[in-house]
C-alpha cells in the first residue's frame, strides 16, 4: 500500500528554471486540462491529476488504475501512485528532476504503489493496526460443558483442560498462553471459583477416595500415575495464587480449600514447604480473617501429615510468635494474645513432639537468664527485660498450665526462670514485669499443687517507699494498663491511681496464693509471716484505701487460721499420711469455701471488671480521637502526641534497657532486695 502524505505548499520555481517541457504539456492535455497550462500556477500544476481534472471530475478514471482524489478540505493534498510517477518521469524528466529536488517525500512510496485512501481525506497508514489474535477463546459455554464433564465423570480430557485454565487464571499478567484466551473476567472467576471448589473432590473421584478418609495413600490409586501432573499443577498454581492475591477475603478462601487438599501434598515436598512458609507468613502479618484459615492449614498440615509437616509447623508457630511479640501495645495485644493462643492448640496435637520442643526454647531461655545473671551488664539485661523474652516465658508458662501431666518435668525450670526474672533488678521501675511474672507462677502452682514461694516477692512490694509518701498529680492519659507496661518512670510511680492499681494487684495475687492452700493443713505455717507484715503495712499507710484493703486481707487470713486451727485439732494423723492429708483438705472444702478462697474470687472478679471498664474508656478515647480528626491543621500535633502517650512509655522515662544504669539500684533505699535467690519446691510430707 503506498504511503501518501499530505500535500504542503511547494517551494516557488526557481528563477531561470525551464519548468516542464512543451511536449510533456501537450500530452497532459490529451487527457483533459480544465485550463491552459501557460495559464497554471507551479500550485495549480502540482494538484493537477495526470489521469483527470484538478478535482478528478472530468475524466472517466481507468478500471485498471488506482484513483486518486485529493481532499475537499485541502487541495494541496497529492495522491499519486509510483506508477503514475514513473510515467511522468519518461513523459518529463525535467519536471520530476524539480519535484526530486524540492521535495523528496513526494517520490516514496510503498512496495505496494496502491493507494486506498477514502475521499474522506483519513490516511489508512494513520490507523492504528491491530494483529490478529488467532488464539482460541473460552467462552462461558465452552467453560460450561468442560466443568461439567470433569465433575460428573472425573473424565482425564476435562481434568486436562480445566488444570490448563486454572494455570491461565492464577498466571493472569504474568504470561500467556499462546493458543487459549479467556473471553471476559466472568470466565476467569469461574474458572477460579470452580477449581477451588471442585478440584479436591473431582481428584478424589478420580483417585476413589472417599471424602472423609484422610491417612489413605493417594499414591496407591492405579490411576495416580495419570492425575499426579494435574494435581501438582493445581496445587503449584493455587500457591502461585496465594502468594500473588493480597486481599484478606481472598487469602482465607484459597486456605480453607487448600485445608481440604491436604493428603495431596504427601509426595509435593517443594510445594509443601513453600505452603507452610507462605500459611506461617500470613499467620504472623496477614488480617484477622487469613490468620485463622491460616493457622487452621497449618493445624490440619501437622495433624494428617505428622511424619512430614509436625516438627516443621511447631516450629514455625513458635518463631512466627516470636517475631510477632517484639512490640506489645494496646493495639497488638489482642494479635499477640491470639498467636499465642494458636500456638498452645498446636502443641497439644502430640505432646512428645511438644516436649522436645519446649525443652529446646526453655533452655535457650535459661541461657540468657544465667548469662544476665552471671555478667550483670546492660546487654544481658536487655535480653530478659524485652517484650519478646516475657511472652515467651509467658507462652511457655501457658502451655504447662493446659498440658500439666504431659510435661511435669519442666514445671521446675520455668518456675526458676520466672522467679529468676523478678529478682534480676531490684528496682521498683519494673514492679509491672514482677507483677506480670508473678501472675504465671500462681498459675504454674495452682495447676500443679505445687508450693512456690511468692508472698515474699510481694511483700517487698509493699515496702516500696513511694507508698508512704504523698502522691504526685500526673495527667489522667499518662498512667496506661499496668498489663501494657515492663517498667515505669519516676513520674508514673508517684502518681496516685498507679499506685493505687500496684497495690490492689498485689492484694489480689497475695490472696489468690494463699488461697491455693486455703484447705491445706499448712495454712496457718503459709501465712504466718504474709499475715505479720500486712498488719505492719496496715498501721503505716497513709492513705484508707490501703489501710482498708490490707485489714480486708488480714481479716480473711485470721478466719481461715481458726478454720483450720480447729480442724488440725480435731484430726489423728501426722504430716507425713499424704493420703490423710488429702482427705483433711477434701473434708474441710466440703464444709463450704474458706474466708481466704472468697476474699480471692471477690478480688478476681474485681480486676476483670476494672480491665473492662479500662477497655470501654479506650474505646471511647479513641472514638473522640477519630471523630476529632478532621481538623488537622488545628489539631494534627495534639492527637500524634495524645496517640504517643497511649501506645508509648512516658517522656520523662528511660524507653530502653540501655537507661539501667540511671535506675535506683536495688541497694538504694527505694530499691528491692533482688540478691537473695528464692528456690521453688514441692510441699512434701515431711515439709508439713
Not at 488504475?65 to 497529492?78: G, N
Not at 501495645?329 to 497439644?348: D, L, Q, T
Not at 478480688?603 to 476529632?628: G, N
Request: aromatic share 8%; hydrophobic share 35%.
Amino acid at each position: 500500500m503506498a504511503k501518501v502524505k499530505k500535500g504542503r505548499k511547494r517551494k516557488a520555481v526557481p528563477p531561470g528554471h525551464a519548468g516542464p517541457s512543451q511536449e510533456g504539456m501537450q500530452k497532459v492535455g490529451e487527457v483533459g486540462v480544465p485550463k491552459a497550462v501557460e495559464e497554471m500556477s507551479v500550485d495549480d500544476l502540482l494538484g493537477m491529476d495526470v489521469f483527470g481534472g484538478i478535482d478528478g471530475s472530468h475524466v472517466e478514471k481507468d478500471d485498471k488504475s488506482d484513483s486518486v482524489a485529493s481532499s475537499d478540505s485541502d487541495e494541496e493534498d497529492i495522491g499519486m501512485t509510483k506508477e503514475d510517477m514513473e510515467k511522468l518521469k519518461e513523459t518529463d524528466p525535467e519536471f520530476y528532476k524539480y519535484l526530486k529536488e524540492t521535495d523528496q517525500n513526494l517520490l516514496d512510496f510503498d512496495v505496494d504503489g496502491s493507494d486506498e485512501s477514502g475521499g474522506d481525506g483519513v490516511e489508512e497508514s494513520e490507523q492504528p493496526e491491530v494483529e490478529d489474535d488467532t488464539r482460541e477463546v473460552i467462552t462461558s459455554e465452552s467453560l460450561k460443558s468442560w466443568c461439567a464433564a470433569a465433575e460428573k465423570n472425573a473424565s482425564l480430557g476435562a481434568v486436562r483442560q480445566m488444570t490448563r485454565l486454572y494455570r491461565i487464571a492464577c498466571h493472569y499478567g504474568d504470561d500467556e498462553d499462546e493458543s487459549l484466551r479467556l473471553a471476559s473476567s466472568a470466565v476467569y472467576n469461574k474458572i477460579l471459583l470452580f477449581m477451588l471448589g471442585k478440584a479436591d473432590g473431582i481428584f478424589r473421584k478420580a483417585l476413589s477416595i472417599e471424602k472423609g478418609d484422610e491417612d489413605v495413600d493417594v499414591t496407591a490409586s492405579t490411576r495416580w500415575p495419570k492425575f499426579e501432573v494435574y494435581i501438582r499443577s493445581y496445587l503449584g498454581n493455587t500457591l502461585h495464587l496465594l502468594g500473588k492475591v493480597t486481599d484478606a477475603s481472598m487469602q482465607s478462601y484459597v486456605l480453607e480449600r487448600l485445608r481440604h487438599s491436604v493428603i495431596f501434598l504427601r509426595d509435593f515436598d517443594k510445594i509443601r514447604r513453600k505452603l507452610i512458609a507462605l500459611a506461617l507468613k500470613i499467620f504472623s502479618s496477614g488480617e484477622d480473617e487469613a490468620k485463622v484459615q491460616a493457622i487452621l492449614f497449618i493445624r490440619a498440615l501437622a495433624i494428617k501429615l505428622p511424619a512430614l509437616c509436625l516438627d516443621s509447623c511447631l516450629k514455625g508457630t513458635y518463631k512466627s510468635f516470636a517475631s510477632a511479640a517484639k512490640f506489645f501495645n494496646a493495639s497488638s495485644a489482642p494479635n499477640i494474645r491470639f498467636m499465642a493462643s494458636c500456638a498452645v492448640e498446636m502443641y497439644g496435637i502430640d505432646l512428645a513432639a511438644t516436649y522436645q520442643h519446649a525443652f529446646v526454647a526453655i533452655k535457650d531461655l535459661a541461657s540468657q537468664m544465667r548469662q544476665a545473671l552471671t555478667s550483670k551488664s546492660k546487654e544481658s539485661y536487655k535480653e530478659i527485660y524485652c517484650w519478646q523474652t516475657i511472652n515467651c516465658f509467658e507462652l511457655w508458662a501457658t502451655v504447662l498450665v493446659t498440658y500439666p501431666d504431659q510435661l511435669e518435668p519442666l514445671f521446675y525450670p520455668v518456675s526458676q526462670l520466672l522467679l529468676g526474672a523478678c529478682t534480676l533488678i531490684g528496682s521498683p521501675s519494673f514492679i509491672p514485669l514482677r507483677l506480670k511474672c508473678i501472675r504465671m507462677l500462681n498459675e504454674i502452682a495452682a495447676c500443679n499443687n505445687l508450693y512456690i514461694p511468692v508472698s515474699s516477692l510481694l511483700l517487698e512490694v509493699l515496702q516500696w517507699k513511694d507508698l508512704g509518701r504523698k502522691p504526685k498529680p500526673v495527667a489522667a492519659n499518662t498512667v496506661t494498663d499496668i498489663n501494657l507496661r515492663l517498667r515505669v518512670g519516676s513520674t508514673i510511680l508517684r502518681a496516685a491511681s498507679f499506685q493505687d492499681e500496684v497495690v490492689d494487684v498485689v492484694f489480689e495475687l497475695l490472696s489468690e496464693h494463699l488461697a491455693q492452700w486455703g484447705y491445706h493443713p499448712g495454712f496457718l505455717e503459709v501465712s504466718y509471716v504474709p499475715l505479720l507484715r500486712l498488719r505492719a503495712f496496715a498501721k503505716s499507710a497513709d492513705r484508707d484505701r490501703f489501710k482498708r484493703g490490707a485489714k480486708q486481707l488480714c481479716q480473711a487470713i485470721s478466719s481461715t487460721n481458726e478454720l483450720v486451727t480447729k480442724a488440725r485439732n480435731k484430726s489423728q494423723f501426722s504430716p507425713k499420711d499424704s493420703g490423710a492429708i488429702r482427705k483433711f483438705a477434701q473434708d474441710l472444702e466440703a464444709e463450704g469455701p474458706t474466708a481466704i478462697v472468697t476474699l480471692a474470687k471477690k478480688l478476681r472478679e474485681q480486676t476483670i471488671q476494672r480491665l473492662q471498664m479500662r477497655s470501654m474508656e479506650d474505646a471511647v478515647i479513641a472514638e473522640e480521637e477519630d471523630y476529632s480528626g478532621g481538623d488537622e491543621d488545628d489539631h494534627g500535633s495534639e492527637e500524634e502526641d495524645e496517640m504517643r502517650k497511649r501506645t508509648r512509655v512516658s517522656d520523662d522515662m528511660p524507653h530502653n534497657v540501655d537507661e539501667l544504669e540511671n535506675t535506683p539500684s536495688s541497694d538504694g533505699e527505694d530499691g528491692f532486695d533482688g540478691e537473695d535467690q528464692v528456690d521453688v519446691y514441692q510441699l512434701s510430707d515431711d515439709d508439713e
